[in-house]
């Protein structure tokens, strides 16, 4: 599905995070969103799956205001949305509950779920047992649920060990196959290159740079990696807010 951010503009207090920032994905399209802390990466994750409102601009997805939308799009946060104490299939029964999912459909939809994540074998135990890997894609698994078109992801590797992030990378590739349009935000910015098509750079409230892997090395010159090309934005910029003081 697509998705338009138009001029858009929020505040936090007296501090605008975001000052007219423009936006667009294409259908099918897994988008990387790369910046520091502070930046506004987790604001525009939630202005685009309608969670917060900005002050201005426009959210369209596929052309419709995003509060028309909401049931299509699933929001998976930094932090575990999960029941500690209840098992793997407590909280995906509550979670299938909550989105309205009938028994039989519920039922059926649970088990493909955590068969593609590598859950149905943990399916009984409880969720504070879990490892912070199986954790992570047990908060995607209850999203994937209602079975959405646009799937955003808010640094979703956080406190997951390397086994952890490759099983979490593979699951991540077999949703982008299947035509699912991805947003996520991550600080690992190996497996931002390795899962996703386009990359949008946001500093200073703007979408300063964007484009796709190649396109964006090219246009760059010498640089090699996506990695050394985030270092030359932030540093640089960090360097002429210095100057500015």
Do not use: W
């Not at 259908?27 to 990387?32: D, I, K, L, T, Y």
């Not at 930046?39 to 997805?61: A, M, N």
């Not at 098992?87 to 493909?112: D, H, I, P, W």
């Not at 030359?232 to 960090?238: A, D, G, Q, R, T």
């Amino acid at each position: 599905m697509n998705v338009d951010l138009k001029d858009i503009r929020k505040k936090f207090g007296k501090e605008e995070i975001l000052k007219g920032l423009n936006l667009h994905m294409d259908n099918g399209e897994f988008a990387g969103i790369i910046g520091p802390n502070g930046t506004g990466k987790t604001t525009v994750l939630k202005i685009i799956c309608g969670l917060s409102r900005p002050e201005s601009g426009s959210i369209l997805i596929e052309g419709k205001p995003v509060s028309s939308m909401r049931g299509k799009i699933g929001y998976v946060p930094q932090e575990i949305a999960l029941y500690s104490d209840l098992t793997v299939g407590a909280n995906m029964r509550f979670f299938a509950g909550l989105y309205g999912l009938k028994l039989g459909e519920a039922s059926q939809r649970m088990e493909e779920v955590l068969n593609s994540l590598g859950l149905l074998e943990v399916k009984g135990k409880k969720v504070k047992k879990l490892s912070g890997g199986m954790k992570r894609r047990l908060n995607i698994g209850t999203e994937l649920l209602k079975n959405p078109e646009i799937l955003i992801l808010d640094e979703p590797t956080a406190g997951v060990d390397i086994k952890g992030i490759s099983d979490l990378s593979i699951i991540l590739k077999n949703l982008r196959h299947k035509g699912m349009t991805i947003v996520m935000t991550s600080h690992q910015m190996r497996l931002l290159e390795e899962l996703c098509t386009d990359f949008y750079f946001l500093s200073e409230g703007r979408i300063v740079l964007s484009g796709k892997k190649n396109e964006l090395l090219q246009r760059e010159g010498n640089t090699t990696s996506l990695e050394e090309l985030y270092h030359e934005i932030f540093y640089l910029h960090l360097k002429n807010d210095e100057k500015v003081k």
